[in-house]
């Protein structure tokens, strides 16, 4: 039994220091994520310092957060049969996730994410998803995911579309029996090349949607941050819009709900900020918390990610809770 | 051109927190370094928990802490021809090093070493050598070291016989163009595994010892570190002994001097320590520092590196220096 099965694309983390103006200077948008071949991502590579490797991957970095909560989680994504791919399983189950699919012994190597971090501690991304854009249908757990409580997807998972039919498969499942349906929308830019699927997919099967201030004014083609809470009133049950600095604002049936973000220290790197907060919020859930408590959770957990490098906790969230 | 050339086994750091009793039950010396096989390793790598990637290899942080410093440096090792060799030879290159030596398309994969990092900042290593130990004579780039000013060997090498043959090519080539050889004892039981020769070595042909505490006290098998003082005068040229928090001792032909740690924030991870002591003892020798100096710049550039993960500088140590 599995309390959230996260589906997602699975990648390394290539973690770099760059300056503020290199990632526009290299074609890239400053605190976005562009999907690039194997070529480009082994260009940029070869003009960036050196860097550190760590796992990542959206909905990877979520559950493994829930894990650190103390929930029970699962992962489904796909990497190739190569030393890159090791590290994301190793990395993956020694943090307590679930993680049973094979790794491709042919194709494309394992996907990686070369993270600019910027002085202004933004990250700017260019992916090559490699083996992890091979996630098709048949990767997908039909029993880990009906015997789990949520379902969570990440948007970015939309770009391929063998990984699409997977994840209308993972919802299919979970609608017939049940299980709740998360969505993050992922990316500015990910709305963009979705949008009319997205708003179909908010409406039709997401019961806990997830976005950042960008993301959601993007899905909706509104001027600003107020008519973006207007217009996902009513549109899906739970929605959780995070704005950074200015915290969040939980939506359900029966209240809006503006969340302060939790106290931070010094903040090095905000990669994962996101993930941990859906990680937090999803944990909430699971214990039947409010909207106010989600969010609360949500804000401690990416609270903690955003003080050191990488997207996965540092700590135990369920010990930061606690104290 | 390069001022130094470093030669040492070409390792990729699986950085891991662990508790303080977790080396020892696994059959680690706490603080010291471990040489095992692949299967040792891999077992070790599935108990251990979600880990950070970065390049390493005792001699490759110190030429690269020499760049850091805006000295130009070279690098002798293997690796071979994997994902994690690429990361190796990405870092070094990156960081402005000079490598030239082909990966290896058969054999072992590239080396690496398990950092077990526990609460009290040490750092145990479990290291598998891999392609790393396949360094042999014709490796050796002479030209690369005939045109340098300081050849810069680690005591690792010394446990393959081929590396270390390559090691006595390497210093006989210095020696025949008045290239001073610059040698680090590593590690208190790779003094133990190579007394008898380590002592003709340094005795022949080392011009600039590097030693810990504990490593002098191992080659002389002396009670005391003021006995190994007395021991190491005469002995080779220049010697700088590091004593952690203490400091460390330089002694040369006319004086034995004391240099104190410079200030240090929250201590991290003290991995790379010794490495990045001896990056900044070597850059004040090429600028014709006297012992006080040398000594300095090591303890500036010791203390930069152990105020977070990793074993090469975070920070441009040129720029550090100038404050």
């Known amino acids: 039994m599995t309390d959230v099965v996260g589906v997602g ?13 290199f990632p526009a200077a290299h074609g890239f948008v400053h605190g976005t994520a562009t999907m690039v071949d194997e070529k480009t991502s082994d260009d940029l590579y070869a003009r ?7 796992s990542g991957g959206s909905a990877a970095n979520t559950v493994v957060g829930l894990a650190s909560f103390g929930a029970s989680a699962g992962y489904i994504g796909r990497v190739a049969d190569d030393q890159l791919g090791e ?40 992916t090559y998803l490699g083996a992890s854009a091979e996630l098709a249908p048949v990767d997908i757990d039909e029993q880990m995911i009906t015997e789990s409580r949520i379902l969570y997807l990440e948007g970015y998972l939309w770009d391929e579309p063998p990984a699409k039919e997977a994840m209308r498969r993972a919802i299919s499942v979970a609608q017939d029996h049940g299980v709740r349906v998360a969505f993050t929308l992922s990316d500015p830019f990910c709305v963009e090349r979705h949008r009319s699927e997205f708003l179909v997919l908010v409406e039709e099967s997401v019961d806990v949607l997830f976005a ?4 959601i004014i993007a899905l909706y083609e509104v001027a600003d941050f107020e008519q973006a809470v207007a217009a996902v009133r009513g549109h899906c049950d739970t929605a959780a819009l995070t704005r950074s600095a200015l915290g969040s604002v939980v939506l359900d049936d029966s209240e809006i709900v503006t969340v302060a973000p939790a106290h931070v220290g010094e903040v090095v790197d905000t990669t994962g900020a996101g993930d941990q907060y859906a990680a937090g919020f999803l944990y909430g859930l699971l214990r039947g918390a409010d909207a106010s408590e989600c969010g609360r959770l949500g804000s401690i957990a990416a609270a903690e990610v955003i003080t050191h490098l990488g997207a996965r906790p540092a700590l135990s969230l369920a010990e930061l809770v606690r104290r």
Chains 1, 2 share one sequence.
């Open 48 to 54: 960036v310092g050196a860097a550190t490797e760590v």
């Open 212 to 215: 950042n201030e960008h993301e």
């Open 87 to 126: 590290v994301f399983v190793h990395d993956l189950r020694a943090s307590g996730v679930r993680f049973d699919v094979a790794p491709a012994d042919d194709g494309a190597s394992s996907g990686r994410c070369i993270v600019m971090v910027t002085p202004d501690a933004q990250r700017t991304m260019c």
């Open 9 to 21: 694309n699975a990648l390394l983390d290539i973690v770099v220091h760059t300056t503020q103006e």
